[in-house]
């Protein structure tokens, strides 16, 4: 059974910068399709961004250009850079593994922007 580790999260300023990490145990991440979502006081989960076992990388929404999903499989872990970071970026940061027949989630990590 894969298990999903997030870190990195904390209080930010706005225009500042943080890096999520998602640690994988139990599989290889090598195959399968990652992915981080978000979910903010209030509000619904929302896809952040996925990253595919091909090396594809989307992002949704109002991230494009600011965040930064990479992977590195040797180290079985996924990071989200996130950039020029907006009050409206605080949430609950949760990444999550697509093994094609089961989704897998992390516990979450808060990310608070605020000044």
């Known amino acids: 059974q894969v298990q999903l580790v997030e870190s990195g999260g904390g209080l930010v300023q706005p225009g500042g910068s943080l890096r999520l990490s998602c640690a994988a145990s139990?599989?290889?991440?090598?195959?399968?399709?990652m992915g981080w979502y978000r979910q903010g006081p209030g509000k619904q989960r929302e896809l952040v961004g996925t990253s595919t076992s091909t090396g594809n990388i989307n992002y949704v929404g109002s991230v494009k250009g600011r965040f930064t999903i990479s992977r590195d499989n040797a180290k079985n872990t996924v990071y989200l850079q996130m950039n020029s970071l907006k009050p409206e970026d605080t949430a609950v940061y949760y990444c999550?593994?697509?093994?094609?027949?089961?989704?897998?989630w992390g516990q979450g990590t808060q990310v608070t922007v605020s000044s």
């Open positions: 999550y593994i697509n093994t094609g027949t089961t989704i897998i």
């Open positions: 139990g599989r290889s991440i090598r195959l399968y399709l």
